[in-house]
């Protein structure tokens, strides 16, 4: 049921390799966060329903890089901790 709830929210899709997110956030959501563990990775994620800019300043993670929609993240070679930020609006 948790992974129903994740995959409903967030659309993260894992391959063996790689990981992209399709969300679908509830249109009177800010925010949302996850964090996924997998082989030793803790990759902690944050969608805001805004543009890049605005979402980067409301994460307040300077480490975070930046993620597009649909984006493919090769997960495997990741260090063993990263944060990334996707933003859900384009303007």
């Known amino acids: 049921m948790h992974r129903g709830a ?3 929210v967030f659309w993260a899709q894992w391959g063996a390799q790689e990981l992209s997110f399709q969300p679908c956030l509830p249109s009177h959501w800010y925010q949302a966060e996850i964090t996924l563990v997998r082989a030793g990775r803790s990759m902690h994620f944050v969608l805001v329903n805004d543009s890049l800019v605005n979402a980067l300043l ?5 480490a975070s890089q930046a993620l ?9 070679t990741l260090p063993h901790s990263s944060s990334f930020v996707l933003a859900l609006q384009t303007t």
């Open 58 to 62: 409301a994460t307040g993670l300077p």
């Open 6 to 8: 994740i995959e409903s």
């Open 68 to 76: 597009t929609v649909g984006q493919a993240l090769r997960w495997t």
